[in-house]
């Protein structure tokens, strides 16, 4: 049965599948707390479309909802949620209205042919495929649709399946239309031949830029900005914003570190004495009770021998933590056992109590598991296989306590009902379950306060500009941090869950001093110290790379003007430096032995028709090469037939791929919600 929790956890992966790219995200649960108000700001651009905040949080609220919603909510979710609707926002003001002017469209009676599985859909096939089986279930399909009449949740995720399924048909016959345009001429497939046929060897010489002082040139400034101008798409960049910061580390002193050993010292004490270890850990807010029971090897060194002759194990301080433990109940129980299951979704409890009944009759439970189960167990009978008694989960523990080989037992677990039949056990042991406390070595409040403290002076002492914020900061004795933040970032690199602080360098100016942040427990200030918005690198900024491109174009223009000779000989002289061999280069080399990573000269050297011949200079990297193919070895590994194949692959395959890149670049997608999530 296809229930809309089932199709939500199914329905997972359908993003993934329709726009294939990576699912990265933002938090909107506070959308009037941000700020907004009644504004509706614009949060980016598509294909000349304003994208207001109102749109996108709605897209999100939809892809959130149709994808798991709360159930499946952290923040990993919420960022594939949320980037899930800016691609859906791509989608609609970019990809559907580019395939409308095409006549790239879906017909009706094609969306039922792809419902019928006449035509493939993946994302039919993944909200509808019986798991059992791995067959595409169109019978699900109706049981799905009666079940969503007067639904409306169930009617709305069947809108997004269907519009999801349409976008995936169009995105393959867009694909399929490129794919069709590809084409290798004969000059295309002749040189992949011989590129993938030819080994070179010969002799090469060469004379390194650096052979030539840099005190030699000049470099003008003209001369830089001609180079600039010429190569500029080298220095196109990301809209970008950098600022300086300061962290102000929350970190336990002398006297927190001793109060908190003398409050574990009292607590240990209690937790020793206590008759009611259950009631104790529930109001001892660092008290936990382990999920599972374990055996003595399963415990730390440390833990093991004291644990299981029943004493108390701590207090003991390791990685910043105060560990106690004790042990609150034990059992010898099986340390492994083998079973098989067959899971039911939690609604199906009738279902559930007739097949447990047919099986504890005798009925096959292999055969009943692959007939009925709906996880991926059910085609190997539902075997689950060997595990130890520690990993059972938490449901399993009572039922299978005193289990024998051959015992069926119903357990409900989660969203499903689980029917269970023991294969076999091995070895019985003392198994324990733990109570522990836990106190983290942790600033007191007071200490927290004075750090805070600290971070207020400093933010007013810093106010005003980036001048005044490194005084400050050398002042405290502090040395600042920097980072770049460009345009779709959600985090300053090197500082986790930072996303206030790249908000907030989006709405500020050059010079501003941010308040204070609180991020991954510790304290920021910051100062922004510049805002990028330009396509391209600024001069000022590459003028070190432009200049010393400048510079090795004059070198090469002077060591070329110095060659002389007829022979590879002659010209080693001239550049006063020895002749090395060279051997197994080939078209796909990437380097040349003796000489290095050189791409240049070895697609120069791969190009060589004919051997003995001195060749022009090529410019390298690193210095100007001369060289001569002294053999040409021919394998003869690839034909005509087959590397024209090969070549109309590749060219299919890279058509497809750049395809979608290409329309959204085509687009200019500027992405602003850095600026306000």
Known sequence: MFSLNTLRTKFGIVLSIV?????????????????????????????????LYSEYYNEYEVTKNNNGGAEAYDEAADERFSSGAWQSLIAKHALIP????????????????????????????????????????????????SQSEGNVQMQQVWNYINSQALLERQIAKYAGLVKGGAYVNALEVADGVRNANNTFAGKVVSRRYSSLPDSLFTVSKSEMKKYYAEHKNMFEQQPSRSISYVVFDVEATAEDMSAIENEVRGAATEFAATDDIKAFVRQNRHGSIDDRYVTKDELSKAESATLMSGKVFGPELANDVWSVARVMDS????????????????????????????????ANFAETAKNHSVVETASVGGVIGTMPFSALPVEFVAPMENAKKGDIVKIVTGNAIQIVKVDGLKGRSKHVKVARLEYPVVASSATTRNIHNSASSFAVKANGSVDTFQSAAAEASMTPRIAEITNGER????????????????????????????????????????????????????????????LRDKKYAQIVAEMSGATIDEVAASF?????????????????????????????????????????????????????????????????????????????????????????QLADVKDLRSKYF
């Open 19 to 51: 726009i294939a790219l990576a699912l990265l995200a933002f938090i909107f649960s506070l959308r009037y707390e941000m700020g907004f108000g009644g504004n509706d700001p614009k949060v980016g651009e598509i294909n000349g479309d304003k994208i």
């Open 98 to 145: 580019g395939f409308k002017k095409m006549g790239v469209v879906v017909s009706e009676a094609e969306r039922v042919a792809m419902l019928s599985g006449e035509h493939a859909s993946g994302v039919f096939y993944n909200a509808f495929a019986n798991p059992a089986t791995g067959e595409y279930d169109v019978n699900g399909i109706a049981e799905f649709l």
């Open 331 to 362: 059992k010898v129980v099986a340390d492994s056992l083998t079973l098989s299951h067959i899971v039911l979704p939690y609604n199906e409890e009738k279902l559930a109590d007739s097949l447990y009944t047919a099986v504890k009759g005798g």
């Open 491 to 550: 985090s300053v690199r090197g500082l986790d869950r930072s996303q206030e602080v790249v908000r907030w360098a989006y709405n500020a100016k050059v010079g501003d001093v941010s308040e204070i942040f609180k991020v991954d427990g510790d304290y920021v200030v910051a100062v922004l110290t510049e805002i990028d918005d330009e396509k391209y690198k600024p001069m000022a900024e590459v003028e070190h790379q432009v200049r010393n491109a400048v």
């Open 576 to 664: 006063g430096e020895e002749v090395t061999d060279f051997e197994g280069v080939t078209y796909g080399s990437y380097y040349v032995n003796g000489v290095g990573v050189e791409p240049r000269l070895v697609g120069a050297i791969a190009a060589t028709a004919e051997k003995d011949l001195l060749s022009a200079p090529v410019k390298g990297n690193m210095g100007v090469f001369v060289y001569v193919v002294t053999g040409i070895e021919n394998g003869e590994s690839q034909s005509a037939d087959a590397e024209k194949v090969r070549l109309q692959a590749m060219a299919e395959g890279m058509s497809q791929q750049v395809a979608l890149f290409a329309v959204q």
